[in-house]
């Protein structure tokens, strides 16, 4: 049987100054290609991270929605009511209410 | 530059071990050598130049395959990389078990023992060389083969 040194340094060996491969002929053309098209290459955004955007932006939209939603409710009392109507404050902006919440 | 592709590209294929991943990086090397022929200041060879970025692009990609299995940015980072399998054609076939299993130790080394050995034992390039190419000195070099030798030995034992 072989020793295990043995058999360590045949593993080494077989490793040893592999032959060379020929590189294949359209490398210098797609490098080329790459080259064209390198600075786009950095601008595409990963589909994931796409994802991610969206989901977060139709979050943001529908906690938008729902708070204003609950806060253009018809108040129950008349004297809030004419108040309201009045003064003209049955609109309420999104935008001006998502940072203004008092 | 064309008679430095071929070089470069075995190199390349002799430390990621992987015909479609050396195809990759050899192409990055030379488009960013293109994109930067100005880089070359003409204190080294240009084939030590070309080997110093390939061995620097290399290394970065191993690291970063090893980082990406673990990171939040990697999930992030689109499909994931999956472990390449071991595919050098210019190894010998009746070789081929045995230098996979010699390649997933030496994956298990420091990164300069890493790139000093491949230079050394598959690229067979003098001391010199592979110092001037990884910027150290000739008894690094020295240093650097030996601790990769030992340490592989050590990983080696506990495979077999």
Known sequence: ??????????????????????????????????????????????????????????????????????????????????????????????????FHTN | MSEHQHRVFNTVLNMVQNLHDAEEITQDVFVDVYKQPDAYRGEAAVSTWLYRIAMNKCIDHLRGRQRRKWSIAGFFAGKPREEREFNHPGVAAENRENAAIVFKAMKQLQSKQYAAWVLSEMEDLSYKEISEIMNVSVSSVESLLFRARKNLKKILEKEI
Do not use: C, H
């Open chain 1, 1 to 98: 049987m072989m020793n295990k040194q043995q058999r360590i340094e045949e593993m080494l060996k077989s490793i040893k100054t592999p032959e060379q491969v020929e590189i294949d002929p359209y490398l210098v053309t797609r490098a080329e290609a790459k080259l064209g098209t390198s600075g786009n290459d950095k601008n595409k955004l990963s589909p994931r991270w796409a994802f991610l955007m969206v989901l977060g932006m139709l979050m943001i939209i529908t906690a938008n929605i729902t708070v204003w939603k609950s806060v253009s409710q018809p108040k129950g009392d008349p004297a809030v009511q004419q108040i309201i109507l009045d003064y003209g404050l049955s609109s309420i902006d999104p935008p001006f209410f998502f």
